[in-house]
């Protein structure tokens, strides 16, 4: 198994950065295919970005360009450098694994280990 810690969330200004770090622990990172979801107040849970352990990569279409996934395997460490930050971005972040899974459909129900979630809030 794998547990995940989610760091780097806050408040910004429309138009500003953040980038947001997951600490993996307990099993062999670079197996594990890695994302990012999030869930706005009223809404379903969402893909973001996921990488795969080839460092493929797939964004939603709301991010692509603002947004870059990134691993670290030496580190044990999933990246979400997010670019020109828009209120709609507002939402609790979760980075997520999966083993074996098909992790370019941006779906949450392949994903099988869930950090707590960090906060982002994006102001106009």
């Known amino acids: 198994q794998v547990q995940l810690v989610e760091s780097g969330g806050g408040s910004v200004q429309s138009g500003g950065s953040l980038r947001l770090s997951c600490a993996a622990s307990?099993?062999?990172?670079?197996?594990?295919?890695m994302g990012w979801f999030r869930q706005a107040p009223g809404k379903e849970r969402e893909g973001v970005a996921t990488i795969g352990t080839n460092l493929s990569t797939k964004y939603a279409n709301s991010v692509k360009g603002r947004f870059t996934i990134s691993r670290d395997n030496a580190k044990n460490t999933l990246y979400l450098q997010m670019n020109s930050l828009k209120p709609e971005d507002t939402a609790l972040y979760y980075c997520?694994?999966?083993?074996?899974?098909?992790?370019?459909?941006?779906?949450?129900?392949?994903?099988?280990?869930w950090g707590q979630g960090t906060q982002v809030t994006v102001s106009s």
């Open positions: 307990g099993a062999t990172y670079s197996s594990y295919s």
């Open positions: 997520a694994a999966c083993n074996r899974c098909q992790w370019w459909l941006l779906d949450e129900t392949d994903f099988g280990y």
